[in-house]
Nanobody
Framework: QVQVVESGGGLVQSGGSLRLSCAAS????????MGWYRQAPGKQRDLVAV???????SYADVVKGRFIIFRDNAKNTVYLQMNSLKPEDTAVYYCDAEVWKGRWTLNNYWGQGTEVTVSS
């Protein structure tokens, strides 16, 4: 079993900040990469940011300069610091963990999501 659990969502005014957390736990050897995605009602799930040992960090253009992704490898936890939030950022934010299961096998696991609402 691999569990991916997000937390930190909530309601914030436009221009405010939130920090999301995501922890991966269970039966895996190590975490290769973790990322944040978001999905607004009626829209597809889009990449927000990802961090990996191999590729470093990457961000969606719409959040560059406002969001920061960072990871605590010892705790298998990834964070998304969201600054200068806009109403357009309102969505359910999902965490994805890409983990090693064995030395040559990678699997992705998704969390249940945490809601972020940004008011005008």
């Amino acid at each position: 079993q691999v569990q991916v659990v997000e937390s930190g969502g909530g309601l914030v005014q436009s221009g405010g900040s939130l920090r999301l957390s995501c922890a991966a736990s269970g039966r895996f050897a190590s975490v290769k990469a973790m990322g944040w995605y978001r999905q607004a009602p009626g829209k597809q799930r889009d990449l927000v940011a990802v961090i990996s040992n191999v590729a470093g960090t990457s961000y969606a253009d719409v959040v560059k300069g406002r969001f920061i992704i960072f990871r605590d490898n010892a705790k298998n936890t990834v964070y998304l610091q969201m600054n200068s939030l806009k109403p357009e950022d309102t969505a359910v934010y999902y965490c994805d963990a890409e983990v090693w299961k064995g030395r040559w096998t990678l699997n992705n696991y998704w969390g249940q999501g945490t809601e972020v609402t940004v008011s005008s």
